[in-house]
């Protein structure tokens, strides 16, 4: 199995190479996939990341959610601590600036924490992930930390494409395992043995 590091790289480079029409083809299948599922249908909080550097795109996730009635929180990196806190967006095209991660987060002005027990669904990032819901994210461990917090019955839902779902991720005791994945191809559930794999 290949180290994490090596994985990283390896998916970083193919997704890298992406073409903007196949993001955008593929992430409204994900997008489409993730308003059929029931739990996103019940939710009326949820938290999700803002894509960057090609992962699937959210910002008409983010966009349609509002427009739903959803009330949507994005993460805000919270000091040098590898923590982050969630908070309400209202408007995607004017709240935002480039975090020092260049990363698009809440401007100060616009911040609105949301606290954590108040999260139906949070939809998670990842560079690679499994079918048993192993994520490999990008090394700072902020997810795991948020997730480590959240009540157990929160749905975490983790956005990718197929290329980033492999055999097996190399995990440790402290990795957070996510509940379902989505892909241009497919929704797996991530429980042993109990797998939804047909291909639409």
Known sequence: ??????????ILLKRRSLKKAEIIKMSRKIQNRLFSLPEFKESTTIS??????????TKD?????????KR?????TKGKKNSLLLSEIRDIDKELETSTFGILEPKKEYFRYIPDNEI???IVPGIAFDEKGRRLGYGGGYYDRLLIKLNRDIVTIGLAFEFQIL???PW????????????ERRLINCYPDQYSKENL
């Open 167 to 169: 055999s097996e991720i």
């Open 61 to 69: 996730i983010i966009r349609d959610s509002i427009y739903m009635g």
């Open 120 to 122: 139906d669904v949070v």
């Open 48 to 57: 999700i990341y803002v894509d960057f550097d090609n992962e699937v795109g």
């Open 72 to 76: 949507v929180s994005i993460p805000y």
């Open 172 to 183: 440790w005791f402290y990795d957070i395992f996510i509940d379902k994945i989505i892909t």
């Open 1 to 10: 199995m290949l180290g994490k590091s090596r994985i990283r790289e390896r």
